[in-house]
């Protein structure tokens, strides 16, 4: 009888092992293979997946290297900001996707797609952080759902007091230089989106910076400050397309928009009635990433009281 229970424990524990071995290799090998092939069938490019880590070690080098060093004022900002996102354009076009570890990121670059993704909450939702992150940083902006729709109602009275212009200089400056540069989306159910088939386990990709920097949407002056082009109107400057949302767009929009545009209206003008200001000689032009877009170096001025 003892040998009896002895061989059970020994199956049960043999096989709990496998069943465990199993959802590991399906994990960091299996499933991140068959998307990979139902991406490429339906034309999407990208680097094959590489074990566990996917494009995370290239990302990690790439941009190491390119915030190693100062660019010029007047030198394209994308290869430095979003390195490896630029990279994969360069390579494989717009319709690509990249690797977060062992889960494909598809690239949305179509305006209507975006509009789509960015309008069907349900389908697109935010993808799940990290349970330390929520400690940490719980708030709106990581709520879904129900709990979000409540804690919009309880903000939204607060930024919503009047009407708001936002002056034409100020979209420019955040199509140049967006606070967010993408915005990433989860897919927890097989969804159509366009002539794509997106199976679960895919993340969507809004590359904010690349839609603000395409040439084929503002024009050859596209890496120009020129906020001429908003002095119709946004739905002028986008062809009536959703190609500027640097606060998101839809029923998601950030809801402190109108709060941080006036907000930057109003310390603009204080300091414009009392000084004139210009870049110092020793600032280094070194934007990155980290969270939001900044001067890696700070941006350094020179004030000059009126």
Not at 137 to 145: E, F, I, Q
Not at 153 to 179: C, D, G, Q, S, W
């Amino acid at each position: 009888m003892e040998i009896t229970y002895k061989s059970f424990a020994l199956f049960a524990c043999a096989l709990i092992l496998s069943i465990w071995a199993w959802s590991v290799l399906n994990w960091v090998w299996l499933r991140p293979k068959k998307l990979e092939r139902c991406l490429r069938k339906q034309g999407l490019k990208g680097n094959s997946y590489r074990l566990l880590y996917g494009d995370l070690k290239e990302n990690s080098m790439m941009t190491k290297e390119v915030n190693s060093r100062p660019i010029n004022l007047s030198d394209d900002i994308l290869p430095r900001v979003i390195p490896l996102s630029h990279k994969s354009a360069v390579i494989h076009g717009n319709n690509s996707f990249m690797w977060l570890g062992p889960r494909p990121r598809v690239n949305i670059m179509d305006p209507e797609l975006v509009k789509e993704v960015l309008s069907l909450n349900f389908n697109y939702k935010k993808p799940k952080s990290n349970p330390l992150v929520k400690f940490l940083a719980n708030g709106l902006a990581s709520h879904d759902d129900e709990l979000w729709a409540k804690h919009r109602k309880i903000i939204n009275p607060a930024f919503h007091l009047e009407k708001l212009k936002v002056t034409m200089i100020l979209y420019e400056v955040l199509r140049l230089y967006p606070p967010v540069v993408q915005l990433t989306r989860a897919i927890y159910e097989d969804t159509k989106l366009g002539g794509l088939s997106l199976p679960t386990g895919v993340l969507v990709c809004l590359p904010i910076m690349r839609l603000h920097h395409d040439r084929d949407i503002w024009g050859d002056d596209v890496k120009e400050f020129n906020p001429e082009r908003f002095s119709e109107g946004l739905s002028k400057a986008t062809k009536k397309q959703v190609s500027f949302f640097p606060f998101s767009w839809g029923p998601r929009v950030c809801i402190g928009q109108n709060f941080a545009m006036l907000e930057a209206k109003m310390a603009m003008a204080m300091i414009l009635q009392r000084f004139s200001f210009e870049l110092s000689p020793s600032y280094t032009h070194a934007p990155v990433t980290v969270l939001t877009l900044r001067p890696q170096h700070g941006a350094h001025l020179i004030l000059k009281k009126l």
